[in-house]
């Protein structure tokens, strides 16, 4: 079924998106009143998006390492207060809700965006071609290059009866000299076969879509509300 | 190494976003059609080996690649980066679509340096490689550490890019590996690119 957020288009998907962790980060370190809403706001796109919680959760969770190294670091450096409490702990918090807010709405939008509306729209928004044709081979042959790299693995297993020890180095390294090898000699096939059904150096694609006044409305509205949280809490 | 949207203030995440797409435009430029498709391939290969993970000490490393990039791609490694961190952006959210422009400049100064050293041609191959998947590692590193010690983080992440010096180590060890292969079976694909 789709929902009213899949329904946009997806310029509009990825500007709001944008723009809310836009906002969202240029909120000053000393403030945290306004994150509370910014949450809910937040909230409310995932149950207009109808995301899947467990991803959503499983996503945010998989940001921690990185935001409580950075959030720990900022809130220890300024030192103790004479109550013993970290002084830069307004900071440390800060930056932890931004960056979990943040993967938050990206995580929303990748799970409801599918990777080829994400090619449309950054291609409709003027991104050169060139970066959309290497995004949609990486989409196509990273699973594929993975596939034969486990298969290079494989054979390898299957002829060493001993631990690789001191070679360990070299072989890995001829492995992965293999695999760019074989990489490099399938782009010449493809590209021969790309040309072949017409490729001109970008994807063809059969979407027809407008920005229409609900996308406008859509991304105007979310942004001033975020906007209207940040301005009057500080 | 991938830096996370909300950590950095917004006004260094939109100058290097200015800075990454003008770099994207102008290094991209004049491309044709059949280097774009070797490149997406190149990208693709590198993720997928970037995948696979090393035991180094108590913790574990992966490869970035971002020197052999700028070995095989010259200056065009800089698009074939920023596609690969705004793929890891939409497929896995690692990093994010603010700070996507600052992750892209630190880690591609550190393939477009590696093809520089790389093109001078002053030490033998050996030593260049090595130098190349070394400064590849640790010119981001330390370009992370220098904006985190210029946003209010403090030194902590100083100590971080030391720490990836064994992470440098080993990445120019497995450069050398792989161009002695490629030296050996297709050379031409490691002639100096501009």
């Known amino acids: 079924m789709t929902h009213f957020f899949q329904l946009l288009d997806p310029r509009a998907r990825i500007l709001t998106v944008v723009a809310a962790i836009a906002i969202i980060a240029s909120t000053p370190p000393a403030i945290l009143k306004p994150f509370a809403i910014y949450a809910l706001l937040a909230l409310l796109l995932v149950f207009l998006s109808r995301a899947p919680g467990i991803y959503l959760t499983l996503r945010v969770l998989a940001a921690s390492p990185f935001l409580l190294l950075a959030g720990g670091l900022l809130a220890f450096q300024h030192g103790l207060t004479p109550e013993g409490t970290p002084a830069g702990v307004s900071a440390g918090l800060s930056v932890l809700f931004k960056g979990y807010l943040a993967a938050l709405l990206l995580a929303m939008l990748t799970a409801t965006t599918p990777l080829s509306e994400l090619l449309w729209a950054l291609r409709a928004l003027k991104a050169p071609p060139a970066l959309n044709t290497i995004l949609g081979m990486m989409y196509r042959y990273t699973s594929l290059l993975s596939e034969e790299y486990a298969r290079m693995e494989r054979a390898r297993d299957c002829r060493t009866v001993r631990p690789l020890g001191r070679h360990r180095i070299p072989i890995y390294g001829h492995q992965f000299g293999n695999l760019i090898l074989r990489s490099w000699d399938r782009a010449d096939r493809v590209h021969a076969a790309m040309l072949s059904r017409g490729f001109n150096g970008a994807w063809p694609s059969m979407e027809q879509r407008q920005f229409q006044f609900r996308d406008a409305a859509f991304l105007m509205v979310t942004a001033a509300m975020f906007l209207l949280t940040r301005l009057t809490a500080a | ?194």
């Open chain 2, 1 to 194: 190494m991938h830096i996370a949207d909300g950590i950095i203030p917004n006004v260094w995440c939109g100058a290097a976003h200015g800075i990454s797409w003008s770099a994207l435009y102008w290094l991209g430029r004049r491309i044709e059609t059949e280097e774009v498709v070797r490149l997406g391939m190149l990208a693709s290969a590198s993720f997928a080996i970037s995948l696979i993970h090393f035991p180094l000490g108590a913790t574990s490393v992966h490869l970035g690649l971002y020197g052999l990039a700028g070995i095989l791609a010259g200056k065009r490694a800089f698009p074939v980066i920023f596609a690969a961190l705004l793929f890891q952006t939409i497929l896995f959210q690692h990093g994010g679509l603010v700070s996507l422009g600052l992750n892209a400049t630190n880690m591609g100064t550190g393939a477009l340096l590696a093809a520089a050293v790389w093109r001078t041609g002053l030490l033998p191959q050996r030593a260049r490689a090595f130098l190349c998947g070394f400064l590849g590692v640790l010119t981001p590193a330390l370009l992370i550490a220098l904006e985190f010690s210029l946003t209010g983080y403090g030194k902590g992440f100083w100590f971080m890019a030391a720490l990836y010096l064994g992470a440098a180590t080993l990445e120019g060890l497995l450069t050398v590996a792989i161009v002695s292969f490629l030296q050996r079976t297709r050379p031409a694909l490691l002639a100096a690119r501009p």
